[in-house]
């Protein structure tokens, strides 16, 4: 199996899935919390996304740096420094008296993820040859990621109910020391290979920077307008933070985080913004599903988390055994597309919820048809998107391709808040306002059916075939 003994490549495929859980796992597990966390700390109804976006902006923005971490210092290096930041930023947000020390908390754990998650993938691209195999271990990899995106809802309910928001936090330290200590145990230390080169660090200061700004400014439009200085200085301050990174990484960086003739690639360019679009669309799912249910539904956490399993049964189901075997079938590009307009009918469906909707036609059958859509797409994209690279940019393929993703999720998020723009708590009010985020989701995975296309013909070769 791969390029290591069959018992080795299966041992590397689980420690590398477990820590993708917890990078994924606290992407959400803050979600079901976030009414006691603003009750509990003071955020304003607008100020509570930071909480979400603190570590999702933190995390895209860093991800380029930490991939690059990974080609210079050592994969088994890299994942185990961003373990321990991970740990360490989970323990400083558990004890958090206030707004800001949370929110940094939280920026904190994005940046031990923004380490931590790029390495896991590479792990998987230098150990599983292209072909059905890396297929097999990404689709492995992918629906670990959709369990924990799961678990942290499900968590997230219990531990807020019974215990404390706290716990959602803290309960990532006894997990991220064990992964620690087995990392440390069972992960082989990678050659030297081009260590000691310098690090870009201005160009990770402008791309989180510009980042950072593009959905504060993007926030502000909500409750300021467009036309507000605060939103004109943050979009015209992220677009200019992000030109300049361009402009490093082109021309100054000694060793950039993104070699620019990565995108010279076709399915690395196509593959990327299908991906952002992709992330615009189902990392924002989660937040508003979550408002949703507790605001229009009126479920209390614990019935909130448990809500959100039958996403994870079907998308895992889909995503882990049925897609790698249509992929040997089917061109790639088919299945995005497929999946694309699954999800965007899922999503339709889902903005016709009210109060009075019951969990079968309010939320399940929705969800059975969005989670069949996203366990579709999901992993051709990721296999495009890390196809055709060298080993020694593996990890800055893999650092583009999760950027990708986190900065969609990000700055859709930004957008769809203000979207949603609530100003009314009354039940029948918020259901019309989440409705409008969900077909706007909607008409993205349609866009995302179409770009799909953009990407070249792939369909995967059977084991043991050159």
């Not at 009750?39 to 570590?55: C, I």
């Not at 859509?373 to 999901?378: A, P, R």
């Amino acid at each position: 199996m791969g390029r290591q003994g069959g018992a080795a490549a299966r041992v590397v495929l689980w420690v590398a899935c477990a820590a993708q859980f917890m990078v994924v796992l606290d992407i959400s597990v803050v979600n079901v919390a976030l009414p006691s966390i603003q009750r509990a700390l003071g955020f304003g109804a607008a100020g509570q996304q930071w909480v979400v976006n603190a570590y999702t902006l933190v995390f895209a923005g860093l991800l380029l740096l930490g991939g690059r971490l990974a080609d210079l210092f050592g994969r088994k290096r890299v994942f185990v420094a961003g373990l321990a930041v991970f740990v360490a930023a989970s323990l400083a947000g558990g004890l958090a008296g206030s707004p800001g020390l949370l929110v940094a908390a939280r920026a904190g754990q994005g940046l031990g993820a923004a380490v931590l998650a790029p390495a896991t993938l590479t792990i998987l691209t230098t150990t599983f040859p292209e072909g059905a195999g890396r297929t097999r271990a990404l689709a492995t990899w992918t629906a670990v990621g959709v369990a924990g995106g799961t678990a942290g809802n499900l968590l997230s309910g219990v531990l807020t109910e019974y215990l404390s928001w706290r716990s959602t936090l803290l309960i990532n330290v006894p997990i991220g020391l064990v992964a620690i200590a087995l990392a440390v145990r069972f992960v082989a230390r990678d050659g030297e290979g081009t260590r000691r080169q310098r690090i870009d660090v201005p160009g990770a200061v402008l791309a989180t920077a510009g980042l950072a700004a593009l959905a504060y400014g993007i926030s502000q439009a909500g409750s300021a307008g467009w036309a507000a200085p605060s939103t004109v200085a943050g979009l015209a301050g992220g677009a200019a933070a992000l030109g300049l990174f361009i402009l490093v990484e082109a021309r100054f960086a000694p060793t950039p985080l993104i070699p620019l003739r990565l995108f010279r690639i076709r399915a690395i360019s196509g593959g990327n913004v299908v991906m952002l679009l992709a992330g615009a669309c189902l990392n924002p799912l989660w937040y508003f599903l979550t408002l949703s249910m507790q605001h229009v539904l009126r479920y209390s956490p614990v019935q909130t988390g448990f809500a959100f399993l039958p996403h994870t049964v079907v998308a895992i189901l889909v995503g882990a055994r049925l897609t790698p075997r249509l992929m040997r079938r089917v061109d790639g590009r088919v299945l995005i597309a497929t999946g694309a307009l699954l999800a965007a009918a899922g999503f339709a469906w889902q903005s016709s919820l009210t109060p009075d909707s019951g969990y079968l036609a309010g939320i399940l059958g929705p969800a059975v048809v969005f989670a069949i859509g996203g366990g579709l797409l999901t992993t051709p994209i990721t296999a495009a998107v890390t196809s055709g690279v060298a080993p020694a940019e593996a990890g800055a393929a893999s650092g583009l391709m999760n950027t990708a993703r986190q900065v969609g999720g990000a700055l859709g998020l930004a957008v769809l808040v203000t979207t949603a723009a609530p100003d009314n708590p009354a039940p029948e009010a918020l259901a019309s306002d989440y409705g409008r985020v969900f077909l706007a989701i909607a008409v993205l995975m349609a866009l995302v059916a179409a770009l799909a296309f953009l990407l070249p013909a792939h369909r995967d070769r059977p084991l043991g075939e050159n």
